[in-house]
């Protein structure tokens, strides 16, 4: 079974540039999350998508954000214009539906952002 | 707020040697307790995950760890550490909306 992935791995943009992160998750996995770790801190959760419908985006930072997730399959995230602090690794994870299933999440390998 | 603290940013043990890692969480529910390893270039990887039941989960790669209600704690251990086990160790608590809250992370450094 393929586990998460994540395109692109890396990514070096200038600030004002737009950049697109995708996401596949793990296939059947209804649950789509998207976190960030900036340099030297928690990672911290951005939002969580239940098939193609965004369950909670609290944590995304402002509106340069914008996450899709198209028929419940992949996801994107979106980030219009760049800003030297978007700078980080972003991951995602999938999960199954389910008390405690949904929070049993599997992660992807990440993409490492950096914003000059 | 809900919270994890590692209150250990990096460990260094001999290999062989046993190890624990620290972890204490602030949630005010029965607390879903997760730890991941991240191995350099590599994503994050569940090792093991407390829901219920018995206070000592065992896990991948040898590790077990045990979740102390009292304490809110959820500590790492292995009893005999390798060279393969360097790597940062991340705690996390699931709360409401299926998020998870992570710690800081701890690096585990493994000398020969």
């Known amino acids: 079974e393929a586990g998460v992935t994540q395109f692109p791995s890396h990514s070096v943009i200038e600030k004002g540039q737009t950049v697109t992160l995708r996401c596949d998750p793990i296939s059947g996995h209804d649950n789509l999350y998207w976190y960030r770790r900036v340099m030297g801190k928690e990672i911290k959760f951005l939002l969580h998508?239940?098939?193609?419908?965004?369950?909670?985006e609290s944590g995304m930072p402002n509106n340069r954000f914008l996450a899709e997730r198209t028929g419940g399959t992949y996801s994107t995230l979106k980030v219009q214009p760049a800003e030297l602090e978007d700078s980080g690794v972003y991951f995602c994870a999938s999960s199954q539906t389910g008390l405690g299933s949904s929070y049993e999440q599997y992660f992807g390998p990440g993409t490492r952002l950096t914003v000059t | 707020a809900q919270s994890v603290t590692q209150p250990d940013i990096h460990i260094t043990v001999s290999e062989g040697a046993s190890l624990e890692l620290r972890c204490n969480y602030s949630y005010g529910a029965t607390p879903y307790l997760f730890w991941y390893v991240q191995s350099p270039g590599q994503g994050l990887q569940l090792l093991l995950k407390?829901?219920?039941?018995?206070?000592l989960v065992q896990g991948i790669k040898g590790f077990e760890a045990e979740f102390k209600r009292s304490q809110s704690s959820f500590n790492l251990r292995k009893p005999s550490v390798h060279w393969s086990d360097a790597a940062e160790y991340f705690c996390a608590v699931g709360v409401f909306g299926n998020k998870l809250v992570f710690g800081a992370g701890t690096i585990l450094r493994v000398k020969s």
């Open positions: 998508f239940v098939k193609e419908s965004k369950q909670d």
């Open positions: 407390y829901f219920s039941g018995d206070t």
